[in-house]
């Protein structure tokens, strides 16, 4: 049987049309009933990486997971949502991004995201133990919902990539240091999917981001929603509609040989559009070609990486040394810091010590002024070239 994926047009995030767009990818899909049963405890797991305003396009929007949590309502389930930003307080995190309105109006409750649960799971490619929210492991099933967004470690924050908020507060750190190699990191993102088991993924992707993201990007008007409950075959469709190369994101191979899903053309049956062909933007700013893993290896000297791989790079006329870049860095000692000889009154700007930089690019994801950058030094471009 293959993978269905229902690809629905939604021009703009008013409230009707994301409400039709929703009840459509769902019907296509086989209806709410085979997702959720009365009386269930059901989570919905948005994107929501920092309290960033809807308009921003940081997060999944709000009205996006209102019009899922209102299909889902009517069969009866009892909803809570929630994910661990990268900064913040969910709490607080929760009510900058706008989701108060939707969850009051609703009756669905904030998650336990604060309290790490370590679970066993022998069956895991790579991590046979894993910590994850209690809030993720209280309820009977999880529908996921990210947002379309490039991403420079991983190409693509996408269904797959949406769970490793799941990973409460700083415990997510710890899983970049422990895997530095993007494979190996990947391997971890299909690991966690395939513990948790979401029973849908839905994709909003109404607006998109592009470039420097998933914070510092463009917006760009993608029109669509996506529904799954292939994970692998939904991001593989985005990649399409992007015309990125579905190889160039790790989890897709990753997850199609463990079992998570699929990313064969063959075995993807889209639905719910004629043909995506004319929804599929060419020109959106993605990099297209495959993460390097001889960058990342440990065969090769370290020193290398710093002459090659790609590294995060601030900009001092847009920083504005909130710091948050700082707190970010999940190595110790950090490789990024403020400088030890100047006063901190002088307001500098923080620097790198790329010989312990993971290129994990977490400090350019949290970063709100969209002053960290993603550049490939000159022998790497070389190279790639």
């Known amino acids: 049987m293959k993978s269905k994926v229902a690809v629905i047009k939604c021009d703009n995030y008013s409230e009707e049309n994301v409400r039709a767009a929703v009840q459509?990818?769902?019907?296509?899909?086989?209806?709410?009933?085979?997702?959720?049963?009365?009386?269930?405890?059901?989570?919905?797991?948005?994107?929501?990486?920092?309290?960033?305003?809807?308009?921003?396009?940081?997060?999944?929007?709000p009205l996006v997971l209102r019009a899922v949590a209102e299909v889902l309502k009517v069969n009866g389930a009892s909803l809570f949502y929630g994910d661990s930003p990268g900064i913040g307080k969910p709490e607080r995190v929760v009510k900058q991004a706008g989701y108060n309105d939707a969850a009051d109006a609703l009756n669905i409750e904030l998650a336990d995201f604060h309290t790490a649960v370590k679970v066993s799971f022998p069956e895991a490619i790579l991590a046979k133990q894993l910590f994850l929210a209690k809030?993720?492991?209280?309820?009977?099933?999880?529908?996921?919902?990210?947002?379309?967004?490039?991403?420079?470690?991983?190409?693509?924050?996408?269904a797959v990539k949406n769970q490793f908020g799941c990973v409460p507060g700083l415990r997510k750190a710890e899983y970049h240091v422990k895997m530095r190699d993007i494979y190996d990191f990947s391997a971890v993102l299909v690991d966690i999917n395939r513990y948790l088991k979401p029973r849908l993924y839905i994709m909003d992707g109404i607006m998109a981001m592009e470039g420097n993201s998933p914070r510092g990007g463009e917006l760009?008007?993608?029109?669509?929603?996506?529904?799954?409950?292939?994970?692998?075959?939904?991001?593989?469709?985005?990649?399409?509609?992007?015309d990125l190369d579905p190889d160039f994101v790790p989890t897709n191979k990753i997850g199609t040989d463990a079992g998570l899903g699929t990313y064969k053309k063959e075995e993807i049956e889209i639905v719910g559009c004629d043909s995506i062909d004319e929804l599929v933007n060419k020109n959106l700013n993605v990099t297209r070609r495959p993460p390097d893993r001889i960058i990342q290896s440990r065969a090769y000297p370290a020193f290398l990486k710093n002459y090659i791989s790609p590294r995060p790079v601030t900009d001092p006329?847009?920083?504005?040394?909130?710091?948050?870049?700082?707190?970010?860095?999940?190595?110790?000692?950090?490789a990024l810091d403020w400088p030890k000889n100047i006063p901190k009154q002088e307001k500098p700007v923080p620097v790198y010590d790329y010989k312990r930089c993971i290129r994990c690019y977490c400090c350019q994801e949290i970063c709100p002024e969209k002053a960290i950058t993603i550049?490939?030094?000159?022998?790497?471009?070389?190279?790639?070239?």
């Open 317 to 334: 006329q847009r920083c504005v040394r909130c710091g948050q870049c700082v707190l970010q860095c999940p190595v110790d000692p950090k």
């Open 135 to 158: 809030g993720v492991l209280d309820v009977d099933g999880i529908v996921s919902i990210s947002k379309m967004k490039t991403h420079g470690f991983t190409r693509l924050t996408g």
């Open 375 to 385: 550049k490939v030094p000159l022998l790497g471009r070389l190279i790639h070239r």
């Open 24 to 61: 459509e990818g769902i019907d296509l899909l086989g209806g709410i009933s085979c997702f959720v049963k009365s009386e269930e405890k059901i989570l919905l797991k948005p994107n929501i990486l920092v309290g960033d305003k809807p308009e921003r396009g940081t997060t999944t929007h």
């Open 220 to 242: 760009v008007n993608m029109k669509v929603l996506l529904f799954s409950t292939d994970p692998v075959a939904l991001d593989t469709v985005c990649c399409h509609l992007i």
